[in-house]
């Protein structure tokens, strides 16, 4: 078996490692690769470290980026939920207040429409107040020229009956005193009558 060799890299000499050569300086390689590792593991670790510090320090910046995203959004969704209720009472508000105009116009123009419709009863009522008294007043009008048509028409009958009974008095009258006269020459024709006779 051939005995392993290693050149020295000043002289280029190959030099065999015979155990008791090779034994230091393999512990010496050991020793390094060792210390080489460890320092790499350390390297490593202190990387790792760094690396775990570096997705912290992100990890709290993006944490920190979206809370302060979500506090944005959440300021943006209560403004936008602010503006909306704000709009919202407004347009309650309007609709309320075009509501109770409307109210006050109707009540107005009721109250109007009654105060017209008593206005309109009280003139029918006034008509119909009228219209009885005109009545009332033409029938007692009716009733006076009745009353003086009739005392007319009676003092009339009464005149006329007067100067019928007048004229029959006067034709009783006359009639009594030709009667009279008559029967006065009717005694006094007797009387000569009677004379002539008393003569004979």
């Known amino acids: 078996m051939t005995e392993p060799t290693i050149t020295c890299p000043n002289c280029k000499t190959e030099i065999k490692l015979t155990e008791s050569l090779a034994a230091p300086m393999v512990e010496s390689v050991r020793r390094e690769y060792e210390l080489k590792i460890t320092a790499k593991d350390r390297e490593v670790k202190e990387k790792e470290e760094k690396l775990r510090k570096e997705r912290d320090s992100i990890d ?6 979206v809370k302060l995203e979500r506090t944005a959004i959440a ?27 409307l109210l006050k116009d ?39 020229e009745r009353s003086k048509i009739r005392e007319v028409a009676q003092k009339e009958a009464d005149e006329q009956s ?39």
């Open 106 to 144: 109707r009540n107005t123009k009721l109250a109007e429409a009654q105060k017209n419709e008593m206005e309109l009863r009280k003139e029918r009522q006034q008509l119909q107040d009228e219209k009885e008294q005109f009545e009332i007043e033409k029938q007692r009008a009716i009733d006076e």
């Open 75 to 101: 300021e943006s969704e209560a403004k936008k939920a602010k503006e909306a209720v704000s709009d919202e009472f407004s347009r309650m508000q309007q609709e309320k207040s075009e509501a109770e105009e």
């Open 162 to 200: 007067r100067l019928k009974i007048a004229e029959k008095e006067k034709t009783i009258s006359d009639l009594q005193g030709k009667l009279q006269d008559a029967l006065r020459k009717a005694e006094q024709g007797s009387q000569q009558l009677q004379g002539e006779v008393f003569e004979l």
């Open 60 to 65: 709290d910046a993006v944490a920190a980026k």
